[in-house]
């Protein structure tokens, strides 16, 4: 760092407080509004650009437990009847749009199964659910289909018919190994559910098991976020994906912070979150793991990918299908109905459930990528170049200048990559990209 740098500015708060951190899209969602639908409805109504991928998201919003940490649309109340009322809801949305020209004869290269809890429903809704999706769209051009799991939901007989159904990347959502932190954050299981879960689904020959780790839950502490890192590391999962603690505002803790009149979080500070996340990523490369992104390590980067990040991330049409889904179809953002009854409802009456949208500029598109890919740690100019004609170094100077002045990006002449420190404060940095209409407004 040169001698005249200033500290990144939007680290010098280190308490965590209310708000996102973690940022999945560009522009910001508080620009998508209602009055947008219709660029939504007119891009599915025209054909698919040449070589795009096609990808589909199914949100299962029901859980056994609302964790305290949690802003996923998610239900917890929800009998057999309005489960089977639901699912029937997201079959009829697939049907309306299996046939529009937007699919244009594409089958689906990555499927993603998230929640809420997609294994929290039985094999009989599973089973009824998938084999209506592959009438619609079929899946044997499948790459990748991912499903979330909440261990407790797991028997032996649940994975062995998950596994059946042909998914590929098993997704442990463990969180933690300790049972006082899982019972103090809200979570469902217990420990000895996360062991036997993962000693079925390792029988099972799922090609890919992913575990998720969150750094900073309440009650955390140095000795157990070491353990749960020892823990991980000896169950030799093909991936680890890491979390820093974030608490944004549709929390139950904001909520809790907000009837005491309190800002700061009773979670990690910032610092201490990085450290925990610089210390495990350190013990999984020296285990044999290779880091991949900001949240990322994986065992084999020969073999084990990421399709659902990799390609939404370089363009990719998402269908996103269930409450409160998001969907980026043609150049086009677009996102469900935010609610159990009006996102039903719209589908029963025949009516996609789509609440609001947004078309981004072709400059929006280019930092959108740009920020996304930053999170993997490398960007490559050359497709930027090709993609949209822009010289990244020369449009974008000014940022990369002061990131390469803090010391957490460098340039090799092919590549732009973060620092380790950049990447523990990835989601932080992308916000030097932001348009300035973007940079002080509410991100969600």
């Given at each position: 760092m040169s001698a005249t740098a200033q500290p990144i500015p939007l680290l010098l708060e280190d308490e965590t407080k209310a708000g996102n951190y973690f940022v999945s899209n560009y522009p910001p969602y508080s620009f998508w509004t209602p009055d947008r639908v219709p660029e939504a409805l007119a891009a599915l109504e025209r054909p698919p650009a040449p070589d795009t991928v096609l990808g589909v998201y199914l949100h299962i919003p029901f859980c056994r437990r609302r964790c305290h940490f949690c802003y996923f649309r998610v239900y917890t109340d929800k009998n057999a009847a309005e489960i089977r009322r639901y699912l029937d809801a997201a079959i009829q949305e697939l049907t309306l749009y299996a046939q529009r020209p937007f699919i244009g004869g594409r089958k689906p290269r990555f499927i993603y199964f998230g929640g809420g809890t997609p294994s929290y429903l039985s094999t009989q809704q599973l089973g009824y659910l998938t084999e209506a999706m592959k009438r619609l769209l079929p899946w044997d051009e499948a790459?990748?289909?991912?499903?979330?799991?909440?261990?407790?939901?797991?028997?032996?007989?649940?994975?062995?018919?998950?596994?059946?159904?042909?998914?590929?990347?098993?997704?442990?959502?463990?969180?933690?190994?300790?049972?006082?932190?899982?019972?103090?954050?809200?979570?469902?299981?217990?420990?000895?559910?996360?062991?036997?879960?993962?000693?079925?689904?390792?029988?099972?020959?799922?090609?890919?098991?992913?575990?998720?780790?969150?750094?900073?839950?309440?009650?955390?502490?140095?000795?157990?976020?070491?353990?749960?890192?020892?823990?991980?590391?000896?169950?030799?999962?093909?991936?680890?994906?890491?979390?820093?603690?974030?608490?944004?505002?549709?929390?139950?803790?904001?909520?809790?912070?907000?009837?005491?009149?309190?800002?700061?979080?009773?979670?990690?500070?910032?610092?201490?979150?990085?450290?925990?996340?610089?210390?495990?990523?350190?013990?999984?490369e020296a285990a044999g793991y290779t880091i991949t992104s900001a949240y990322t390590a994986v065992r084999n980067p020969e073999k084990t990918r990421f399709l659902y990040r990799d390609l939404l991330w370089t363009g990719a049409d998402l269908l996103g299908l269930g409450v409160a889904s998001f969907s980026h179809v043609g150049g086009t953002h677009f996102q469900n109905q935010h609610h159990f009854e009006p996102y039903i409802a719209d589908l029963e009456q025949g009516k996609l459930p789509i609440y609001r949208a947004l078309t981004p500029t072709p400059e929006e598109r280019l930092i959108r990528e740009l920020i996304l890919q930053s999170k993997l740690g490398v960007v490559r100019p050359e497709y930027f170049l090709h993609k949209f004609g822009v010289d990244i170094r020369e449009r974008f100077a000014e940022p990369m200048g002061r990131m390469r002045d803090w010391g957490y990006l460098q340039d090799d002449g092919q590549t732009l990559r973060l620092t380790r420190e950049g990447l523990l404060i990835a989601d932080r940095l992308v916000h030097e990209y932001f348009l300035p209409q973007h940079r002080d407004a509410r991100y969600a």
């Open positions: 790459e990748e289909i991912t499903f979330e799991c909440e261990p407790g939901t797991l028997t032996e007989a649940k994975l062995r018919f998950i596994r059946e159904l042909g998914v590929t990347r098993l997704s442990l959502g463990v969180e933690h190994f300790q049972d006082r932190i899982l019972k103090l954050n809200g979570r469902a299981h217990g420990a000895a559910e996360i062991d036997r879960a993962y000693g079925f689904a390792r029988s099972m020959d799922f090609p890919q098991i992913n575990i998720d780790l969150i750094a900073g839950m309440m009650g955390d502490t140095d000795a157990d976020w070491q353990f749960a890192v020892e823990k991980t590391i000896a169950f030799q999962p093909d991936s680890v994906t890491i979390y820093q603690m974030e608490i944004p505002y549709n929390t139950t803790i904001f909520q809790e912070m907000k009837s005491r009149g309190e800002e700061v979080a009773p979670v990690a500070s910032w610092s201490k979150k990085r450290a925990w996340v610089q210390q495990a990523f350190a013990q999984l």
